[in-house]
């Protein structure tokens, strides 16, 4: 699905968003409130040039606009495997842009993330991920890792983790699983606005994604580690 078709969907009030060398940018309305729209399009990786870019956006918003919603639309193939992103220092970029999103957080402003088509690796992260809540559409791709590459960096044989996969979502790439994991919040299947309208009044600044992950089935350690980490407690697990 094209980010006009999108918009379209999920701000059927009006929006001004407008696609400069893949990234976006705009404002649309959302029942009674306006929200600030970043994102990017046609699989584009997030490079140092769209880091900056949606970083700049947040920081307008946080600086001319207090407090309004922010709506990240995702779709991005990860970060930008070039040499001059790399030399730039792209990991510095994506985590200037993390920190400008924690920034806008801090100041009141709910954040949703939506994955409408794309979502792989660093550039997911730094944004979908970041958000207080993450959605997604469900024709949407997720992964951090492709299980081919999965296979060639750990010398698992691509059969023993296409077996794990069945079973284990960690394994398995899809919105489906990521919802499993409490990654992805929920799976947005048909009326968009009124899903949006609903996940900015509900929007949580407070991280739950590790308890959905236990609730749901699909990380069990995360939660009771992290409870442990923090209690000093012994680690205790069922089953």
Known sequence: ???????????PQGHRITEQDNFLSGEAQVGAQTVTVIGTTD???IGVDIALAQAKAVLDTVKRHPGRPIVILV???GQRLKRRDEMLG??????????????????????IGLVYDQALSGGFITSGLI?????????????????????????VPLET???LAQDNPVFAPGAENYMRMGGVA?????????????????ADPVDRR???GLERGGRKLARPVAVAVRTGTALRTHG
């Open 90 to 111: 792209i990991n510095s970029y994506m985590a200037h842009l993390g920190k400008c999103v924690e920034l806008a957080r801090r100041s009141g402003h709910r954040i």
């Open 43 to 45: 699989h584009t990786p």
């Open 161 to 163: 983790l296409e077996a």
């Open 75 to 77: 779709d991005t193939q």
């Open 186 to 202: 929920a799976i947005w299947r048909e009326d968009l606005a009124a899903c949006m309208e609903q996940a900015l009044a509900q």
């Open 1 to 11: 699905m094209n980010w006009q078709d999108v918009a379209q969907a999920l701000f």
């Open 131 to 155: 958000a207080d809540d993450c959605y997604a559409l469900p024709d949407a791709t997720i992964r951090v890792m492709g299980l081919p590459a999965m296979a060639r960096i750990t010398k």
């Open 210 to 212: 590790a308890e959905l």
